[in-house]
C-alpha cells in the first residue's frame, strides 16, 4: 500500500519526493502534480523576470541552432491542426510561444499569427529580431481576446508549468470557434521506461523538476483534462523516446553536456528521414508509440466542443 498525502483538497498517493514537494497522483485533479503547489506571484515572478535569464540562459541561442530541426516539428504540428480544420482557417494563437519558433514556421504557412509570452527577453527576440506578433503577458482565464476568435491553438511546454491547468484548457476553448483546433504538447512523465528504470535499475527521477514544473502528464491523463475542458481528442503522438539512449547505456540523467549530444543525435535521425522524404513514415512512427505510452513528450491533438459550456464549467 503506498503512502497518501494531501493539501488542501489535493490528495493521493505519493510517487516522489523533492525537496519540500512531494509529487502525488491527485485523485482530485486526474493527473499527477507537486503539493504545496507554489503561489501565483511566486511563479509569475520567476517566469517574466527569470526564465530564460537564470534557468535556461541558453535556450533562445540553442533554440535558434536548432532551427532547421524546430521548422520540421513545427511544420508537422501545423500539417495535423490543418488537418482538422476547414480549408481557409488561417487565425493561431501560440500560448507560451518563446523564442517564436512556431509562429514563425505558421507564418511561412500562411497563418496569421498571436503569440503570449512572459519572458522579456524570449519576447523581444519574438518581436524585434522575427517581427512577430507576441504580447509579453501570461494568457490567464481574464485574457479577453473575444469568444471564438481563433481557428487554432498551440501550447508546447505549458501546462506542466500551469497552477490550474483546467482553468487554461477552458481558457483556450473560450478563444476557439467552435470545431476549432488545438495541439497540447507536455513531457510525457513517469512513462513506462523511466518507471522501470527507476524501480529496478537504481536511476533517480531525473524527470521529476521542482517548482518549476508543476504537473506530471501522461498520454491519458491529458486526454482527460482535454475532455473536461470541452475538448475531442483526435490524434496522440510521442516526440522522439530520449529514454532509449538510457536503455542503450548512455545515461545522460546527471549530465547536461551529454544529454545535448543525444538531442543532437535525435534531430540528426529526425532531420535525415525528413530529407529522405520519410518524415510521414517518422509521424505514423511517432503515433504507435503513443499507443504504448512511449515518447518524451505527449501531444495531443484536439477539437473544441460544440454547445453550451458544461454545467461544471459556469
Ligand atoms: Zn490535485
Redesign the pocket.
Known amino acids: 500500500m503506498s503512502t497518501q498525502s494531501h493539501w488542501e483538497?489535493?490528495h493521493?498517493p505519493v510517487l516522489e519526493r523533492q525537496g519540500e514537494y512531494t509529487v502525488?497522483a491527485?485523485q482530485?485533479?486526474g493527473f499527477a502534480?507537486i503539493i504545496p503547489i507554489p503561489d501565483a506571484e511566486s511563479q509569475q515572478r520567476m517566469y517574466r523576470e527569470k526564465y530564460y535569464t537564470e534557468m535556461i540562459p541558453d535556450y533562445i541561442e540553442r533554440h535558434t541552432r536548432d532551427q532547421p530541426w524546430w521548422d520540421h516539428v513545427h511544420a508537422s504540428r501545423l500539417k495535423t491542426l490543418e488537418s482538422l480544420l476547414p480549408v481557409g482557417a488561417r487565425r493561431i494563437l501560440d500560448i507560451g510561444s518563446g523564442p517564436g519558433g512556431f509562429l514563425r514556421a505558421a507564418r511561412d504557412r500562411g497563418w496569421e499569427g498571436l503569440g503570449f509570452e512572459p519572458s522579456e527577453q524570449a519576447c523581444r527576440h519574438c518581436v524585434g529580431t522575427l517581427g512577430l506578433n507576441v504580447r509579453q503577458e501570461f494568457f490567464t482565464r481574464e485574457t479577453d481576446l473575444g469568444e471564438g476568435a481563433f481557428d487554432a491553438v498551440h501550447m508546447s511546454d505549458v501546462l506542466e508549468h500551469i497552477r490550474d491547468p483546467l482553468a487554461m484548457l477552458r481558457a483556450v476553448r473560450r478563444v476557439l470557434r467552435p470545431g476549432g483546433a488545438c495541439c497540447v504538447a507536455v513531457p510525457n512523465d513517469f512513462n513506462p521506461i523511466q518507471t522501470a528504470l527507476r524501480r529496478d535499475r537504481g536511476f533517480s527521477p531525473w524527470w521529476v523538476s521542482t517548482p518549476d514544473h508543476i504537473n506530471y502528464f501522461t498520454f491519458d491523463s491529458l486526454q482527460r483534462l482535454l475532455e473536461r475542458g470541452g475538448f475531442e481528442v483526435r490524434q496522440r503522438e510521442a516526440s522522439f523516446p530520449l529514454d532509449v539512449f538510457l536503455l542503450l547505456g548512455i545515461d545522460y540523467t546527471d549530465d547536461d553536456v551529454l544529454g545535448r549530444q543525444c538531442h543532437g543525435w535525435r534531430m540528426r535521425l529526425e532531420r535525415t528521414l525528413y530529407d529522405m522524404g520519410l518524415g510521414e513514415a517518422l509521424t505514423d512512427v511517432y503515433r504507435a508509440l503513443a499507443k504504448h505510452d512511449l515518447g518524451r513528450h505527449a501531444v495531443l491533438y484536439a477539437t473544441a466542443r460544440e454547445g453550451a459550456a458544461s454545467p461544471e464549467e459556469r
Open positions: 483538497g489535493h493521493g502525488i491527485c482530485a485533479c502534480h
